[in-house]
């Protein structure tokens, strides 16, 4: 026979966050961890600040890994076994969808009814698992998905494979069910609508932020002495995953152009690719040293492994310009960390880049993937530095309105509304 309990109003006490396919512990940059790694973990340490408790739920990948990890005061990372530790591709994890969410659920049996007030997914294969718990614990679901299949599959890199069917399947399964959705961008809200048939009114638009405590500009010199770059160097800088969708080929292709017009470029010009293979990158990135190599560039392409954060920011600060010239980013962390960093960023014009870069004041949106028109956005750069004093400063003003802070309250104020029209309801039935 069930318990009856009635649902909580106000600020949610503690919160289960469910990251399901990439866990909040590993380095961004390498594997599927990327911004949504770095979003969790800032989002859950804000929201803990502000008195409310997170437990996020992953699934375990390291054998050395406890079952539970403090991340930060008030957030613990609970690692739950769900098919083999390694050798499992973000493409098998449906098949583990029923032993992660019996993880989920088991942790929760073992506390008092009314443990979690509220769930809050991210990505489509947590929301399904978002989507049990929420029912079965009589809590709201709010959903953040990130990416979007239809949204990657109507810009599809040249030679890349569409996202799957069941994907999406699953994905109209959560808009539908979900309490709320949260996405970074107006863009995204209005994609969501048209392309999933989302009902407008439980959509909410929370941008997401950037510590300016440490992305924040420090001497170029020094950054670069650190990173073994010439004082003199013009720096052009991608950081990410490598895989076709982040589109590091189309910056290489660019860099060949740039040279081909200054053939002076040479003794100057860096372009380090900083980023470990993703997914289908494990074929793409032999594809990209050969790319470099028939271009004529491979001396002057760096290829860097994913690096810590303190790493990431000296490279930020060490580049003369970064280029992020995805097919499809939701919002694009990378694009908004450079600039807090002061340094100016050429962005294709898609999606969540055309919030994250303010163009023609913190850097270049670029219309389309071709590298000529990268080339073109580039040149000012390289051969300008009152351009790049103009844009930097720019860059740094652009940055100082986001902030993880305002994320974090955006977001409670997204969960307070959830638990309100969940109160609204008579009665909530748990176990």
Same mark, same amino acid.
């Given at each position: 026979m069930g318990i009856v309990v009635r649902a909580r109003v106000g600020r949610p006490r503690r919160v289960a966050m469910i990251s399901m396919h990439t866990s909040p512990l590993d380095q961004p940059g390498s594997g599927d961890a990327g911004?949504?790694?770095?979003? %969790?973990? +800032?989002?859950?340490?804000?929201?803990?600040?502000?008195g409310t408790e997170v437990d996020i739920?992953?699934?375990?990948?390291?054998?050395?890994? !406890?079952?539970?990890?403090?991340? $930060?005061?008030?957030?613990?990372?609970?690692?739950? $076994?769900? =098919?083999?530790?390694?050798?499992?591709?973000?493409?098998?994890?449906? $098949?583990?969808?029923?032993? #992660? $969410?019996?993880?989920?659920?088991?942790? +929760?049996?073992?506390?008092?009814? &009314?443990f979690y007030d509220l769930v809050h997914s991210h990505y489509w294969l947590s929301g399904?698992? =978002?989507?049990?718990?929420?029912?079965?614990?009589? *809590?709201?679901?709010?959903?953040?998905?990130?990416?979007?299949?239809?949204?990657?599959?109507?810009?599809?890199?040249?030679?890349?494979a569409g996202e799957p069917r069941y994907r999406v399947i699953g994905e109209e399964q959560v808009v539908a069910a979900a309490?709320?959705?949260?996405?970074?961008?107006?863009? +995204?809200?209005?994609?969501?609508?048209?392309?999933?048939?989302?009902?407008?009114?439980?959509?909410? %638009?929370?941008?997401? =932020?950037?510590?300016?405590d440490v992305f924040r500009p420090a001497r170029r010199g020094a950054a670069r002495a650190r990173l073994g770059l010439p004082r003199d160097a013009l720096v052009v800088l991608f950081a990410g995953?490598?895989?076709?969708?982040?589109?590091?080929?189309?910056?290489?292709?660019a860099a060949a152009e740039l040279v081909g017009r200054d053939p002076a470029l040479r003794d100057r010009l860096v372009v380090a690719i900083v980023g470990g293979q993703s997914g289908r990158g494990s074929a793409y990135f032999p594809a990209l040293l050969s790319l470099a190599d028939s271009c004529g560039v491979a001396e002057l392409v760096r290829f860097i492994p994913p *690096?810590?954060?303190a790493t990431l920011v000296d490279?930020?600060?060490?580049?003369?310009?970064?280029? *992020?010239?995805?097919?499809?980013?939701? #919002?694009?962390?990378?694009?908004?960390?450079?600039?807090?960093?002061?340094? !100016?960023? *050429?962005?294709? &014009?898609?999606?969540g880049l055309t919030t994250a870069v303010r163009d023609g004041v913190s850097g270049v949106l670029v219309a389309g993937h071709d590298p000529d028109d990268y080339a073109d956005a580039l040149q000012p750069l390289l051969s300008s530095a009152a351009a790049r004093r103009r844009l930097s400063? &720019?860059?740094?003003?652009?940055?100082?309105? #986001?902030?993880?802070?305002?994320?974090?309250?955006?977001?409670?104020?997204?969960y307070r509304a959830a638990m309100d029209d969940r109160a609204a309801l008579p009665l909530v039935v748990g176990r």
């Open positions: 911004g949504m790694n770095v979003y %969790v973990v +800032e989002a859950a340490r804000q929201l803990a600040a502000n739920f992953t699934r375990a990948t390291h054998r050395d890994l !406890p079952g539970v990890v403090p991340l $930060s005061p008030g957030v613990l990372v609970r690692n739950l $076994s769900a =098919g083999p530790l390694q050798g499992l591709g973000k493409e098998d994890l449906p $098949s583990q969808l029923c032993a #992660f $969410s019996a993880g989920v659920l088991r942790t +929760e049996a073992s506390r008092e009814p &009314g399904q698992v =978002g989507w049990l718990a929420a029912e079965r614990w009589g *809590v709201p679901h709010v959903h953040t998905a990130h990416t979007w299949a239809k949204v990657k599959n109507a810009a599809l890199a040249e030679g890349d309490d709320r959705l949260l996405v970074s961008t107006h863009a +995204e809200r209005r994609q969501l609508v048209g392309l999933y048939g989302a009902d407008p009114g439980r959509i909410d %638009v929370v941008a997401p =932020g950037v510590d300016l995953r490598i895989q076709p969708l982040k589109a590091p080929d189309i910056l290489i292709r *690096v810590t954060r490279w930020y600060r060490a580049a003369t310009a970064v280029v *992020v010239p995805s097919h499809n980013e939701s #919002f694009g962390l990378v694009a908004l960390e450079a600039q807090a960093c002061g340094t !100016p960023v *050429v962005a294709a &014009g898609v999606g400063a &720019g860059a740094r003003r652009h940055a100082a309105g #986001f902030s993880w802070a305002a994320t974090a309250a955006g977001t409670l104020s997204v």
